[in-house]
Each structure stands twice: as C-alpha cells, then as structure tokens.
C-alpha cells in the first residue's frame, strides 16, 4: 500500500470536507449569513458555491502534483525505485 | 405547452445521435474479449477517461434536473451542483487508488479482494443493480422529456426509444464504444453550456409582463377581498364577466373564478394590498375533464394558435425601472438580478366541489436577493425553520450527495478502463475540472432560463432546452441531441455495470457457474437487455418527478448500501465477512425502505396524501448512511475471531486496528 499518497489524500480530503461543512452548516443553521453580499454585489451563497468548485479543482492539481508513481508503476515501467 | 416539430432540428438531432451510434459500432468491433466487453482492455488514455467520467456523471440530472429546478426556484438547484461535485473529492482522495488496486471488473471485485466470500460477490452484485436501476429511473424519466419539445412525441415513446437504443449500443459494442461516446458527448456538452452561457450574458435582463409567445399576463384590482360580480365588473377589461361562487375547496383558496361573457372559466390569485382590499392577478390552469385535458378553462388544442398554457419566466422590474440591462459579465449578472424582480409560478392544487382537481399555477414576483439565496424551494424551505427537524431533509441531502458520487457503480467502473493508479488519479482529476467547470454553468443557465420568457409552467425538467430555443432552433437541436445522448451514455454505462454486476458476482462468483470467455460476455447481453427493459418500465411509472430529486435518492442508496463497506476495508483492518455483507444488505434495504415510506413517494408516485407517508423526512441519507457503518462495525466485532474466512495476517492481529 502506498501510505504517503493514501495520507496525502486523507489531509487533502479533511480540508475539503472543513469548507464543505462549513456551507452545509451555514445554510442550515444561519441562513440569513448567505444573503449578505460581501463583493461586488453577488451574495455569499453565489460566491461560497463557486469557491467550493475552485477549491475541488484546487486541491485535486494540489494532490496531482504532490503523488508519487506506486513502485509496482515504476517497476512495470523498466523504471528503478 | 404545445410543441411544434422542426425539421431542421430534427435533422440536426438524427444526425448527431446517428454519428454518435456509428462511432459506437466501428469502436464495438474491436472489442470480442470479456475483459475488453467490461474493462476496455484496460487501455483507455487517462485525458479520454476523465472526460469519459464528465460524460458519465453529467447525466440528465445535471444537466435537465438542476437547470430545471434553478430555473423554477433560483438557488436551491445549485445546491446539487455543489454536492455533486464535492463528492469527487471523496472519490479521488478515498477511493480512486485502492479500487484500481483491488478490483478487476466490478466494484465487488475491490470489497471482495481481501475476503473471496461469495456471499460479499452476492450482496455487493444485488446492491449495483439496485443503486443502477434505481439511477436509471431518472435518466429514462428525462429521455421522455427531451423528445417532447424536439419531436412532439409523448413522453413514453421517448422512454421507448432510448430504451431500444441503448439496448443496441450496449448489446453490440461494451466499454470501449462507451467510453468514447460519453468522451465526445462529455465534451461537447460542456462546450456547448458554455456557448449558451456566455449567450445569456450577452442578452442580459429585459423587464416583460409574459413569456416569448406576447401574452402578458393582465393584473387588476384593487377590488374587495370578497368581490361580487357587481364590483368585478366596474374593473376595466371584466364588464362582461362575472365571480363563479367558491365551491369546494376553492372557498378557502386565495383564489378567485371568473367566468366571461364566452363561458371561458379564468382563475385569479389574491395578492392582499391592506384595507381589506386584493390585487388580482392571473393565473393558469390545468385540470383533466371528462378523460379531456382542459387548459386555463378550455380543452387544450393540439397545435400552434389552439387554447395553451402560456410560456413563463420574466424579470417583472429591473434595478432602478429600467427596462433592459444589456449585456452583462460574470458577476453584474448575479449583482444586476439581485436588485430585480422576478416572477415565479408555484402551483396548488385544489378540488372542487365537483370532484374536479384543477392544478393552479399563480404569479410569485419575487425579488431577486430571494431567488439568489438558498431555501425557496418548498423541499428546503426547513432551513428557514426554527424547528431542528426540519433541518434535517437539507443535511441529509447534502450527506447523500457527497458521500454517493464514490459509490456509484457505473463511476467506479471506470477505474479499470485505465492502465493503472496514477492513470486512474490523472483521469479523476480531469474529470473533477471538467464536471466543475460545468456545474459553475449551472446556475447561469439555470438563472437564463429562469428569465427567457419560454418555460413550460408544468415541466421543470425541459427548462434547458427551452432556454436553448428562445436562443435559436439550431442552438436547440445542438442541445437537445447532445442531452439526449448524454441519456443514451449515462445509461448504457449503467447497463453495462449492471450487467457486469450479473456476469461476474452473482452468475460466475456466487453460482459458480463456469463460462467461457465468449459466454460472459453473451451473458451480460442478455442481462443488458432485461435491465433496459426494467428501466423503461420505471421511466414511464415516474414521469412528473424532477429528475434531480430521483437521482438524490439512487445517491441516498448507493452511500447507504456501498460506501460504509468501501471505506471501512481500507481503514480498518477488523472488518469481517459478515460485517460486510450485513452492512451492504442493511444499508441498500433501509434507504430503499426509507424512499418508498417518505412523503414524496407519496405523493408523486402512489398518489396518496403526504400525511399518510411513514417516513418523517424524505431523504434517507443522514440515518441510512451511519446505519450502514455502525453494522459494519457491530457485526465485525461481534464475528472478529470467529471467521475462518478473515485469513489475512493484519485481520487476526486485533492489535492492529
């Protein structure tokens, strides 16, 4: 098992799932917060959705770049670990 | 609405959906194996396969459902974007890697890995037909939907169509034709989204009192609550007309009858302006006659200039009472629709003394800060309550959604159509850019549709098409093909999942029946066939239900039924044979149970009242899904140490876990 992509994934995961909550509980126990318009006109709502789906993307490069190949990958390309 | 054909969107549509079968043909010949039926050969380019997975994932739900639900109550709609999309995290950081490690085929493979328990193959393969089937039902709802428009067929014909087409595609070609299909479909939907978003940012808001067909919808008054004919007809535009005597439960109903000098019955709603005076103003209707469709009190024609229900979705005022805002970017969208006014038109329901049921559709002006912010849909209106229960439907629905993406059998499949892990993770996270960049989409086609004056007051689910006509026919016939085959993929990956959930877990691993390589595959034709015939049956059975609110519900029993199992084999090295199999077999059945119990099963599918439903809330998520890790967690404890079958070294060192 690779442990250090398994555990970057999990710490990835915990932040995602802090922001996500963070919406889920906003909109459930202080709704009125997500009509405030904090920039440019458009409310917090519009603006923490579409923060959420940058912050997928965001984290999913993050953990891209940060993965190593798994040794069977680099063996079964010729490659030496 | 009456839909009128037209034959260049016709021809636009035949000759996409044509295209896309024949690729599906040509790709099909080259795959005669099993493990290229199933798997691809496991040679699919990682960059394909994550458009592949928006292809997959971008279903009708998406793209017909959310559109649908934003363009009929603002915000709320996008709450599904945002849950569908998180639940990729889960998928790539939790499971992408060890369900490319562990499995070969199906997803029962991966549970399986550590056990080879038939039992595990049985339940894990009954719970991908269930959660498959139970995905189809959407798909198929909105293939019917899409033909309406387009080809002014009824609604199972269109079901019946995609059914059979499906059934070839997947019966003649397996995953590689798949993939490439939802490769190319996932593309150009996302291309063609954005093409109609930066279109409606162009056109911007233009305040307007009716839909494109030039009613506008007349208000009047103020009159007396308790109006008689005599003060009726003293308002301009009702000198002839005269109040129709509430009966029924129109008597407590915000509504007033009309009938005019031609007999034709209108229906009024009350808006109170104080004193003890109404503002009126004017509705539809839609209500069944002696096996007759009436439409705002006379039988619905059958084409263009006939009695219909007039097209809705209008900005009523606009910031400062101008009339047009012009063309508008990214943001000033939002901040311009923010400070206006919009109509809506929510319906009820009332039964005359008669015995007829007349569905009224009533003007809703709302300001723009309300539709932009979340809990205006009658399902999320909990949020906005001070009692904690209501509150749960919401949590429960956005648990559901980020915990069901990574159980989803036709997206885990995916997995093995890709060489190895870091292709599996590459494919993920192209997928994850693609379905985002869509789903930010969302909420300005859903908002663009929600103001171009051409919707359909009694179909959510055609709101993006026919946003895309008020545009241009081509435009429209682009759209409604790539949807129709975003249909014809979704659910011919799902087919394939279940059929592969046939052939290898219940058929070769739990019957131990020996088939050859050529067998399986003919096998999991059949079995294609039978379940494409199942979901053409549901398709037509749930005709009226928003398609995203059905796919909330396979999301509910997928998280419930996979992914306490999935999760818990990973992480906890005490997992036992029992355990996995109870908590799969208890997950699936208390949220399927859960469904069929709660208030909108009720309503929308048995029509039976919403108070009869057992259930307390609708969606099962936030009960069902710890259900199914606490018996995971009961049952391995309880069976730890007993079970011959737990043979690996960790598992029997309790020390360990």
Redesign the interface.
């Known amino acids: 098992m690779d442990t250090r992509n398994a555990r970057i994934g999990l710490v990835l995961f915990a932040v995602y799932l802090l922001l996500y909550g963070g919406f889920v509980f906003l909109n459930a126990f202080a709704a009125d917060v997500m009509e405030t318009t904090p920039i440019a006109g458009v409310n917090l709502a519009i603006l923490y959705g579409f923060g959420l789906i940058i912050a997928a993307l965001v984290l999913a490069l993050l953990y891209g770049f940060l993965c190593k190949p798994t040794d069977e990958e680099i063996t079964a390309r010729g490659g030496k670990k | 609405m009456i839909h009128e054909a037209s034959y260049v969107a016709i021809a636009i549509f035949f000759a996409f959906v044509a295209v896309t079968l024949g690729i599906s043909f040509y790709l099909g010949g080259k795959a005669k194996s099993s493990q290229g039926y199933f798997a691809a050969h496991g040679q699919i380019p990682w960059f394909v396969n994550g458009v592949a997975f928006a292809g997959d994932y971008l279903s009708a739900a998406s793209f017909l459902g959310i559109c649908g639900m934003i363009a009929f109550y603002g ?1 709320d709609g ?2 599904y ?2 849950g569908y ?2 639940g ?3 998928a ?3 499971v992408a ?2 369900m490319k490690r562990l499995g070969k085929f199906t997803f029962a493979d991966a549970l399986d890995s550590k056990f080879n328990s038939p039992g595990i193959k049985l339940a894990a393969g009954i719970s991908t037909l269930a959660v498959s089937i139970f995905y189809l039902i959407p798909q198929m709802v909105g293939a019917g939907v899409l033909v309406q428009p387009l080809l002014n067929f009824p609604h199972w014909l269109g079901v019946v169509i995609v059914g059979a087409t499906v059934i070839i595609i997947v019966v003649t070609a397996g995953m590689v034709s798949t993939t490439w299909v939802q490769f190319l479909k996932g593309s150009l939907l996302v291309l063609f989204s954005a093409i109609l978003t930066v279109m409606i940012w162009a056109r911007g808001f233009e305040t307007k009192q009716g839909g494109i067909d030039g009613h506008e919808f007349r208000s009047s008054g103020p009159i007396s609550e308790w109006a008689t004919s005599g003060e009726l007809r003293q308002q301009p535009g009702f000198e002839e007309s005269e109040v129709v005597p509430p009966d029924g439960e129109w008597s407590d109903a915000p509504f007033v009858r009309t009938r005019n000098s031609a007999g034709i019955v209108a229906v009024w709603s009350k808006e109170d302006v104080g004193n003890g005076s109404v503002r009126l103003r004017e509705a539809q209707t839609v209500e069944t006659r002696d096996g007759q469709t009436w439409v705002n009190g006379q039988p619905k024609g059958v084409k263009k200039g006939d009695p219909e229900l007039h097209p809705i979705g209008y900005v009523s005022k606009l910031h400062g009472g101008e009339a047009k805002s012009g063309s508008l970017g990214p ?2 969208f ?2 311009t629709l ?2 206006s006014e919009v109509v809506l038109w929510p319906k009820q329901v009332i039964a005359g003394a008669d015995g007829v049921k007349t569905t009224v559709y009533y003007q809703k002006p709302t300001p723009g ?1 309300q539709i ?4 205006e849909h009658p399902r999320f209106k909990g ?2 309550s001070k009692k904690p229960l209501d ?1 749960l439907n ?2 429960s629905l ?1 648990l559901a959604l ?1 915990c069901g993406t990574a159980s989803l059998p036709h997206i885990l499949i995916r997995y093995y159509t890709v060489k ?3 292709s599996a ?2 494919s ?2 192209v997928g ?2 693609s379905i ?1 960049f869509f ?2 989409l969302t ?1 300005y086609l859903g908002l663009g549709a929600m103001t171009s004056g051409s919707m359909d007051v009694t179909n959510s689910n055609m709101a993006a098409p026919l946003l895309a006509r008020s545009m241009n026919e081509w435009l429209f016939a682009a759209i409604s093909a790539i949807a129709f085959t975003t249909v014809l993929g979704t659910v011919s990956g799902l087919i394939l999942a279940s059929a592969g959930a046939v052939t290898h877990d219940l058929m070769s691993s739990y019957l131990k029946i020996e088939m050859s390589d050529h067998e399986k595959v003919r096998v999991a034709k059949i079995a294609s066939v039978v379940v494409g015939a199942i979901a053409v049956v549901l398709g037509i059975l749930f005709q009226g239900m928003n398609v995203s609110y059905l796919v909330g519900w396979a999301f509910s029993v997928a998280a419930s039924a996979n992914l306490p199992s999935l999760v818990m084999i990973l992480f906890w090295k005490g997992v036992t044979r029992q355990g996995v199999i109870t908590a799969i077999l208890v997950g699936m059945f208390s949220s399927l149970g859960w469904i069929l119990l709660s208030a909108d099963t009720f309503t929308g599918v048995y029509g039976l009242p919403a108070e009869d439903a057992i259930a307390p809330f609708s969606q099962p998520g936030i009960v069902t899904i710890p259900l199914g890790f606490l018996t995971l967690i009961v049952v391995s404890l309880m069976t730890a140490g007993k079970s011959e079958q737990t043979t690996s070294p960790q598992s029997a060192n309790p020390e360990s876990a």
Do not use: C, H, N
Not at chain 2, 372 to 375: E, F, K, T, V
């Open positions: 915000y996008f709450l974007s945002i999309l998180a990729w995290i889960v790539l950081f939790v890697e060890p943001l000033s939002f901040s923010q400070e800060s932009l912010r979340p809990g949020i906005r509150k919401f949590l956005m980020f190895d892990e870091s993770r590459k993920t996270i994850i850019a985002g789903y930010v909420l």
